[in-house]
Structure formats: C-alpha cells, structure tokens
T-cell receptor, first 114, second 111 residues
Framework: DAGVIQSPRHEVTEMGQEVTLRCKPI?????LFWYRQTMMRGLELLIY????????DSGMPEDRFSAKMPNASFSTLKIQPSEPRDSAVYFC????????????FGEGSRLTVL | TQLLEQSPQFLSIQEGENLTVYCNSS?????LQWYRQEPGEGPVLLVT?????EVKKLKRLTFQFGDARKDSSLHITAAQPGDTGLYLC???????????FGDGTTLTVKP
C-alpha cells in the first residue's frame, strides 16, 4: 500500500510568492494532520482534519496560512504571501485512530523562502 | 498545552555503546509514543506505552513509561550506525484529542 504522499518534495521560492503544498493520505484514514518542523521549534502541529472537516487550527501561525481538504484523498496547505521565516519542512500525516493513535507521516516538503 | 522535554538534545557515541534518552513532562499522559526520524524522511512509530511502569522491548531497544505516566525513557543496547536518527516522544493530550511532540534527541552512532 502507498503511504502518505506529499508534493513537492522541495520548493524554493521568493518572498511574497504563493506556496501550495499537497498531500494524499493513506486510503481509509479519516484523520489528516499538517505539521511544520524546524530546528528551533521542533515538530509543530498546524492543523488537523477529521472526515475532511478542520477540527483544530490553533497551530496555524497567522492568516497567511490556510488549509483545505476538499475530499478524503486530498489536502492542501497554502501560504500567501510567503516569508523567509516560513522556511521549514512541512509534513502531512494521516491516522485511523485520531490524534492520539499512530501517525503515518509523508516524506515532507522542504520549503525555502528567499 | 502539555510540554515534553527530551534530553539530551544531541548524543554522539561509538558503535557498541549503550545509551539512554529521556522524555519528561510535568503533565500526566494517557499514553506516550516514541518515533524515529531518519534524514529526509518523516517520523516512524517505534512503540506506544500506555500503562504506568510499563516496559516494552523491541530488539535492542527498551522503552519504559514512568509510574506516574509523566516521563519515559528509551534505552538502546549495543548501538549500531543504523540507529542513527532523531528520536521523538509524543504524549497523548486527552483534553485536546491530539498528541504533543518533544523536541527530540539527535543520535549519531559512529562505526
């Protein structure tokens, strides 16, 4: 079975540009999570969905960040406009057991904002 | 928000040595998970501990959950270069219905 699939794996963009990160969760998993990982702050939960509905977005840094899950097999995390401090690895994870069960992570999207 | 502190932050040892890393909190967790993350990849679950005092073994790795369910340790016996990676603990936050991750311990095992 395919795991969690994220794209792009790497993105380099200039400050002010819009960035869209994509995620396909494992089929049958009804929870989807977006995390951000940096050296300074570690692994931070940005937002999570249950059955395509956003449940907790308290970790979203500010209005420049938005996430959608239009269907059970696809989610996007958008940053507009991007800033250098958004540079990080963004992970998508899915789970069948909610936020406290085993999380299956994708390989991450490394974002560099110049 | 329940916080998890991991120590040490970095650890570099020779192949064959033993090591222990720690995950501590002032909060009680219903369960705690340990993940390992290799460079360029996402974290992968190693184990979940649920009962206070519980000890689980996974080959050369031994995981212990504290009696009060506020802390956990991971002991590796005869470390190998393949054990190199970032070890993350994650505690179940029952109030929020989600898990909180510690900052991790970066382990390097030199051949």
């Amino acid at each position: 079975d395919a795991g969690v699939i994220q794209s792009p794996r790497h993105e380099v963009t200039e400050m002010g540009q819009e960035v869209t990160l994509r995620c396909k969760p494992i089929s049958g998993h009804d929870y989807l999570f977006w995390y951000r990982q940096t050296m300074m702050r570690g692994l931070e939960l940005l937002i999570y969905f249950n059955n395509n509905v956003p449940i907790d977005d308290s970790g979203m840094p500010e209005d420049r960040f938005s996430a959608k899950m239009p269907n059970a097999s696809f989610s996007t995390l958008k940053i507009q406009p991007s800033e250098p401090r958004d540079s990080a690895v963004y992970f998508c994870a899915s789970s069948s057991d909610g936020g406290t069960g085993e999380l299956f992570f994708g390989e991450g999207s490394r974002l560099t904002v110049l | 928000t329940q916080l998890l502190e991991q120590s040490p932050q970095f650890l570099s040892i020779q192949e064959g040595e033993n090591l222990t890393v720690y995950c501590n909190s002032s909060s009680v967790f219903s369960s705690l998970q340990w993940y390992r993350q290799e460079p360029g990849e996402g974290p992968v679950l190693l184990v979940t501990v649920v009962t206070g005092g519980e000890v689980k073994k996974l080959k050369r790795l031994t995981f212990q959950f504290g009696d009060a369910r506020k802390d956990s340790s991971l002991h590796i016996t005869a470390a190998q270069p393949g054990d190199t990676g970032l070890y993350l603990c994650a505690g179940e936050d029952t109030n929020a219905g989600k898990s909180t991750f510690g900052d991790g311990t970066t382990l390097t095992v030199k051949p």
